[in-house]
């Protein structure tokens, strides 16, 4: 499959662990942040999102925490598992185009040991 | 079936042709984007449309033309491809401004 991203920041976790994935977002007007898991091969699949009147929110498995005065995002995995080998994305909502763009960051590989 | 589909899944073209990827989706979206994706980056937006007959440039608009005639389509057009078009392209689509995107499983382009 394709090899997205080999200059990506990598993590590193042995199975069991929990895993926490930061990003760091551009524009402090954006009200809506999105997680995505991007196997190889594969498009970017949702996790988990959240609006900016939330400072938390928790999935199966997973949690965002929002920071706004830093603008910053983070994704925490419980119980890591090699099925959550992928790379990662958040995605933001830019407020200065009506809120219908969605921009990404860079991403960062996850890379779970047995 | 219902869902995003994009097409063809792989593509070589040479050098100065015209190429068109194709994206489809069934949820009647309002909002459909096209991003590319190189080694080395993240998902760069191409350009993107609020609704039928309704689109705007991204981030990397230079060298592509879209259109959305109709709801559910939103083809991609390389006017004369070049081979910094080499790339991976995922079609994307949602309802509404603050909602998930769904996306497609990719086109991988090969100028050559």
């Known amino acids: 499959g394709e090899s997205v991203g080999l200059h990506l920041p990598t993590l590193s976790v042995q199975e069991g662990d929990n895993s926490i994935i930061n990003c760091a977002y551009s524009?402090?007007?954006?009200?809506?942040f999105i997680w995505y898991k991007q196997e190889s091969g594969k498009g970017p699949q949702f996790i988990i999102d959240?609006?900016?009147?939330?400072d938390k929110r928790q999935g199966q498995r997973v949690t965002v925490l929002l920071n706004k005065t830093v603008k910053h995002l983070s994704l925490q995995i419980a119980a890591t598992q090699p099925g959550d080998s992928a790379v990662y994305f958040c995605a933001e909502n830019p407020m200065n185009t009506g809120f219908q763009k969605l921009v990404f960051g860079t991403g960062t590989r996850l890379l779970v040991s047995p | 079936d219902a869902g995003i589909t994009q097409s063809p899944r792989y593509k070589i073209t040479e050098t100065g042709r015209q190429v068109t990827l194709m994206c489809h989706q069934t949820w009647s979206h309002s909002y459909m984007f096209w991003y590319r994706q190189d080694l080395g980056h993240g998902l760069r937006l191409i350009y993107y449309?609020?609704?039928?007959?309704?689109?705007d440039k991204g981030e990397v608009p230079d060298g592509y033309v879209v259109s959305r005639s109709k709801t559910e389509n939103f083809p991609l057009t390389l006017e004369s491809a070049t081979r910094s078009q080499t790339s991976v392209y995922f079609c994307?689509?949602?309802?509404?401004?603050?909602?998930?995107?769904?996306f497609g499983q990719g086109t991988r382009l090969t100028v050559v």
């Open positions: 994307a689509s949602r309802h509404g401004p603050n909602t998930e995107a769904f």
């Open positions: 449309s609020a609704a039928a007959d309704i689109t």
């Open positions: 524009n402090s007007a954006s009200d809506y």
């Open positions: 959240i609006r900016s009147n939330m």
